[in-house]
């Protein structure tokens, strides 16, 4: 098993609609360690590791988000696999 790195950033309404929140939900039922928080220009970015294929299910549902965001575009990154988390948070 290949464990890897996404870095995504997510554009659209996605601050103020729970995403964070449920992000740590989705990401932590997918069994991925990492962050999410929102950015000062409105975006919210997010960082996680894992399994490749539950990779790309956070990123197919962070095209989405949660009910009440309306995301417009989302920037997907492919990094390296540092191993530096433990938990999958929210960070400030």
């Known amino acids: 098993m290949t464990r890897e790195r996404v870095r995504i950033i997510v554009h659209g309404r996605v601050q103020g609609v729970f995403y964070r929140a449920q992000t740590v939900d989705i990401a932590t039922d997918l069994n991925l360690k990492g962050w999410v928080k929102n ?34 575009n989302t920037e997907i990154f492919w990094e390296a696999f540092t191993g530096e988390f433990n938990n999958f948070t929210i960070k400030y």
Do not use: Q, Y
């Open 39 to 72: 950015r000062d220009d409105g975006k919210v970015e997010v960082v996680a590791e894992g399994e490749r294929l539950d990779l790309e299910r956070l990123t197919e549902w962070c095209g989405r988000g949660p009910k009440h965001a309306l995301v417009t």
